[in-house]
């Protein structure tokens, strides 16, 4: 089984920064794909950023210049460092992982529990 902790959010001004980790243990032969997505009040949930294990990464427009996203594969934990942070980056942050799955030959997806972040104007 795989579990996701996460560590690193709460309450900041405007134009602040916070650091997101969240680290998976369990059987975990190797991850594909680590990052991070988000889910304001009344919103769908959307990615921020993701890596692939080659070190390739996708950010969300919005994000773009001001998120980075990294990860230490010694340690299967992805971070999301988060600066100049507006209100409307106000969301619960979830992480998520893709390991591939010999068995079923296929990409098999992980979430974290959710950790509030709340930028205040």
């Known amino acids: 089984q795989v579990q996701l902790v996460e560590s690193g959010g709460g309450l900041v001004q405007a134009g602040g920064s916070l650091r997101l980790s969240c680290a998976a243990s369990?059987?975990?032969?190797?991850?594909?794909?680590m990052g991070w997505y988000r889910q304001a009040p009344g919103k769908e949930r959307e990615l921020v950023a993701n890596?692939?294990?080659?070190?390739?990464?996708d950010y969300a427009d919005s994000v773009k210049a001001r998120f980075t996203i990294s990860r230490d594969n010694n340690k299967n934990t992805v971070y999301l460092q988060m600066n100049t942070l507006k209100p409307e980056d106000t969301a619960v942050y979830y992480c998520?992982?893709?390991?591939?799955?010999?068995?079923?030959?296929?990409?098999?997806?992980?979430w974290g529990q959710g950790t509030q972040v709340t930028v205040s104007s």
């Open positions: 998520k992982i893709a390991i591939y799955s010999t068995a079923t030959r296929a990409l098999a997806n992980y």
């Open positions: 369990g059987s975990i032969p190797s991850i594909n794909v």
């Open positions: 890596m692939a294990s080659g070190g390739d990464t």
